[in-house]
């Protein structure tokens, strides 16, 4: 990032110190950055409301934007052609929707999209929906229309902010041209601050178009909003106590962890009072899932392992989790015998669902270091790491590949992860695929999982893909699991991938299913496949060369490896159709409401 | 749409299936709170008043309302109204929920960006409703005398209608309403509770702290047992 800090004016610095000490820091990391570039240039005054808005995006460092032009949105597209920022033009306002999450994921910094008002504000919505449901840092930038016709019913309008509030972590409807860049600030900073999450501003055509020749404010959030970054000492104290004293611990790893960087502190805490670790879906990739106190994520498609731990540890120390019920399974069953020492940064997630102990009010690294400064002993629980060893080996996630039975997708995964580095990036859909892609792919490091959690959003995967490749360093490859259902909402992307140039391996575990509606509907359903079945599915591979990508096919087994091989080599976007079993099913399984240590291991057990 | 075929494989995973695992011993209740399964289960739900002092701008009340109905909080009043200071107007809640969801909905009330501080009012808080009442005036002498008996005024007289206003705790007016029945009751107008704590303490006026309650613990480090509040009706 560069251009980040911007210096605040000298009447406000008395109260602004803290703010400047991480400025501070950041113009540290940039000026270095940016010796390498070209020097800056001081940058032209701004004249309009809409220069303003991009002003503001260039002073926090924003690099790319995601969006679809349209009317009410122009005079800030008009003011985005002489920035720096690049535009990435999508083919659908949902697609810039994930992009920018995804953006968001990978770099850590919030990603930009931007739609005009009406159809396209409301495309937006549900990427909007579902930065909100997994926290990930985003800002939505929508055209309105002109102030004194809202309310009207006017051409294109859509009350944007009634329609975002209960999916956005903050949203504004800006009313002024000298403070809409003031606006754009405090929404990207909000967007950071604290637990992440999307925050919107609705820029009507007269705010953007009238003149203004003031600069937007350093980019801040509000002043009644406040962050606690450590926690409280007493209950620090009497939470290494517990862990101490713990006969059978483990640790809950959540996305909390990857978004407030604390893998590292949560790797160390781990390994150093030899604790086993559990994660949750968003949590992937916060802890190495060879090591040997992984026992990888729990919950509803969790391995074995993880649900016997989570269910049968005495103290749980969840980090950054929101006690989702994908994860907890029935409340009355979930790690019943625990106490809970709960981190987070919101205060609102500690015993919303699951009732802590230990409530710890923090940034999760912060408090893992105030917790390890507090811990005299590391817990006596070799016992326990026996028994969780013993529980890998008693469930192991292997799967038969019989060669007279079309390829299991579970293979396909395992070949791409073989095939690709460490720091590789998977995004995906949802459905059956999407369990695979997280039960076969081992992941060792923060930010290379990149899925829809909490929303579930089929079609998520592809356009996740644009923003995520953008978001990495060029040797990181970029791959998306699809399903055939999932890639057919949004593949029209594709345009945009090949367009772009963007480097995208993409393979759909083509089952001809709505798979994960498939498998309930044969547990739950009695078999009746209502609309479940496509009886007619596109050549992936033939669409893709339509678009102008690579398109390649898979149906035997021999044929993996090297399809595998040629389509990362292509230096462009490639879509392999892998035609896989159609009737393999994700397990282990807790049904919803279930008891994690009961989970499933066929559909017979359900 | 067609029947399936017959040959779906029923793959699955290896290991000791559900009924030849250990199971725990403990339960957690629906408030995900570990409990004694011979001890009652669900805790009781309590009224209370929440006081949220906000900023004054547009949509605020709106912010607030739709967290309430989007988190299925029980909420019996909302008012909101100025303050002392321009900028800032406050917001009063009653609501009625078990411990876990009170403490759920200040955490959620606190988090909303344009909420400056929030706070749950001791039982002896000033509480304050207003009620006009519209009666018929076919007695209005003993309207007249029931006004006063609840410190009420008469804001309105026709020949067919009397309209009092009586001012109160929620059960003055309550009661009030009960004893006007007599002549007809043809329209009520309620406020909804507003309230303020007493003496010097504040009653939401100072920055909060992000979590009001911490547990108590033992020398140990053993958490004492969460107490709830006794349940007050005013
Ligand atoms: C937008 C959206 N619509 C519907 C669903 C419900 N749903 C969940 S999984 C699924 C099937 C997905 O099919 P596919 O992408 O082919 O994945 P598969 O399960 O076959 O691997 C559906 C319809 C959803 N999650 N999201
Ligand atoms: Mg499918």
């Known amino acids: ?389 013993q529980w890998k080996s008693e469930y192991p996630m292997a799967y038969d590949t019989p060669e007279d039975e079309p390829v299991k997708p579970q293979f396909v995964v395992e070949a791409l992860d073989e095939a690709t580095s460490d720091r590789a990036i998977v995004t995906t859909g949802v459905g059956q695929h999407q369990m695979w892609a997280c039960q076969y792919w081992t992941y060792t490091e923060p930010r290379t999982w990149v899925s829809s959690h909490g929303l579930g959003t089929m079609g998520y995967g592809f356009p996740a893909a644009v923003g995520a490749r953008l978001a990495a360093d060029d040797d990181q490859e970029v791959i998306c699991v699809e399903g055939d259902g999932s890639f057919l909402m949004t593949m029209q992307e594709l345009a945009v991938a090949v367009r772009e140039h963007l480097d995208i391996t993409i393979v759909v575990l083509n089952n001809e299913y709505i798979g994960m509606v498939r498998q309930w509907q044969d547990a739950f359903f009695e078999g009746r496949h209502s609309a479940s079945e496509y009886h007619w599915c596109p050549e992936f591979d033939t669409l893709a060369e339509a678009f102008g990508a690579k398109g390649f096919r898979i149906d035997e087994y021999d044929e993996v490896a090297d399809t595998v091989e040629a389509a990362l080599a292509y230096d462009g976007p490639s879509v392999i159709d892998a035609h896989v079993d159609p009737q393999a099913n994700v397990y282990p399984m807790v049904p919803s409401g279930g008891d994690n240590g009961q989970f499933a291991l066929s559909e017979d057990q359900l | 749409m067609s029947q399936e075929n017959t040959n779906t494989t029923t793959q699955g995973l290896e290991g000791p299936p559900p009924e030849d695992r250990p199971r725990p011993q403990g339960r957690r209740n629906a408030q995900g709170i570990r409990i004694d399964p011979e001890v009652e289960a669900e805790p009781d739900t309590r009224r209370t008043v929440i006081s949220a002092l906000v900023k004054h701008e547009p949509g605020v009340l709106s912010d607030v309302s739709g967290l309430f109905s989007r988190r299925q909080f029980n909420i019996e009043s909302l008012t909101v109204g100025p303050t002392e200071d321009d900028d800032r107007a406050r917001i009063t809640l009653v609501i009625e929920e078990h411990e876990p969801g009170i403490e759920q909905a200040k955490k959620q009330l606190r988090k909303l960006v344009p909420v400056i501080s929030v706070r749950e009012l001791a039982p002896d808080a000033m509480r304050r409703e207003l009620m006009l009442i519209k009666v018929n005036a076919t007695r209005p002498d003993q309207v007249a005398a029931v006004a006063g008996m609840y410190d009420g005024q008469t804001v309105d007289a026709s020949p067919e209608t009397v309209t009092v206003q009586v001012t109160g705790s929620r059960q003055k007016i309550e009661a009030a309403i009960e004893t006007f029945e007599q002549f007809g009751i043809r329209e009520i107008s309620r406020t909804g509770t507003t309230a303020l704590a007493r003496g010097t303490e504040e009653t939401a006026a100072t920055k909060g702290p992000a979590s009001e309650s911490t547990p108590e613990y033992t020398e140990d480090g053993t958490p004492t047992h969460p107490q709830t509040t006794p349940s007050d009706d005013d």
């Open chain 1, 1 to 389: 990032m560069s251009e980040r800090a911007a210096v605040s004016p000298p009447d406000e610095q008395d109260e602004e110190h803290e703010h400047e000490q991480e400025q501070d820091e950041h113009s540290e990391q940039s000026a270095s950055d940016s010796t390498e570039t070209e020097p800056e240039s001081t940058p032209e005054p701004v004249t309009t409301g809409a220069q303003s808005v991009i002003r503001a995006l260039e002073n926090v460092g924003v690099e790319y934007a995601f969006g679809v032009q349209g009317g009410a949105i122009m005079p800030v597209y008009d003011a985005l052609y002489d920035s720096d920022i690049t535009h990435v033009t999508m083919a659908h306002e949902q697609g810039a929707s994930h992009a920018a999450d995804a953006y968001g994921i990978v770099s850590g910094e919030p990603g930009v999209c931007l739609a005009t008002s009406g159809p396209g504000a409301t495309n937006l919505v549900t990427g909007i929906a579902d930065a909100d449901m997994d926290s990930d840092p985003m800002i939505a930038l929508t055209g309105q229309v002109p102030t004194e016709m809202v309310g009207n019913d006017a051409f294109q309008e859509t009350d944007t902010t009634g329609v975002t509030t209960p999916i956005t972590k903050a949203n504004t409807f800006s009313s002024h041209a000298d403070t809409v860049g003031d606006d754009v600030g405090e929404a990207f900073a909000l967007a950071n601050t604290g637990r992440p999450g999307p925050t919107l501003v609705d820029l009507p055509k007269d705010v953007t178009l009238s003149e203004t020749d003031r600069e937007p404010a350093e980019a801040r959030v509000p002043d009644t909003y406040e962050v606690q970054e450590r926690a409280d000492d007493e209950v620090v104290r009497a939470a290494a106590r517990r862990i101490e004293d713990s006969q059978r611990p483990a640790l809950l790893l959540g996305g909390g962890v990857i978004k407030g960087d604390a893998s590292q502190a949560c790797r160390e805490f781990a390994t150093e009072h030899e604790i086993p670790v559990v994660t949750t879906m968003p949590g992937i990739g916060s802890f190495p899932e060879d090591h040997e106190l992984s026992m990888e994520m729990a919950g509803m498609h969790g391995t074995g392992y993880a649900n016997m731990a989570i269910t049968h540890c005495d103290t749980l120390i969840g980090i950054g989790t929101r006690f989702d019920d994908r994860l907890t399974g029935g409340i009355e069953t979930f790690a019943p015998d625990a106490e809970l020492i709960h981190i987070d940064i919101d205060p609102a997630e500690i015993s919303k669902n699951i009732h802590a102990e230990y409530p710890l009010v923090g940034d999760a690294a912060t408090v893992v270091e105030q917790l390890d400064e507090e811990m005299e002993r590391s817990p006596q629980a070799k016992k326990w790491r026996a028994q969780c060893q």
